[in-house]
């Protein structure tokens, strides 16, 4: 269970690294750039638009709404640019 645990960081950590090169990617669109910040900043926002406290629907927002947006984010960036930034982290590895 641990390794399972500790494989499941390490693909996170990766896909973070990927989503910093296409953030810095001239050729990603302007608001694919803009839903991965709202990502981010919502991850990190000291509040939620929904409480934690409130049961299960309040830890289930930051599941649901994170994951839309970097998904909504990711079919606007061409397959391209992801790509070649997958490449990037391969060579950097």
């Not at 390490?10 to 750039?33: C, G, I, W």
């Not at 803009?34 to 900043?41: D, F, P, Y």
């Not at 299960?56 to 930051?62: A, E, K, Y």
């Not at 839309?68 to 079919?75: D, E, Q, T, Y």
């Amino acid at each position: 269970m641990f390794n399972a645990i500790k494989m499941i960081a390490k693909k996170f950590s990766k896909e973070v690294r990927l989503y910093q090169l296409v953030l810095k990617d001239k050729r990603t669109p302007k608001l694919a750039k803009i839903l991965l910040g709202l990502a981010i900043g919502y991850t990190l926002m000291p509040f939620d638009l929904i409480p934690d406290f409130i049961p299960i629907i309040g830890q289930l927002d930051d599941i649901i709404i994170v994951p839309i947006i970097v998904i909504l984010a990711i079919k606007i960036i061409p397959k391209e640019i992801i790509h070649d930034c997958r490449l990037k982290l391969e060579i950097v590895k």
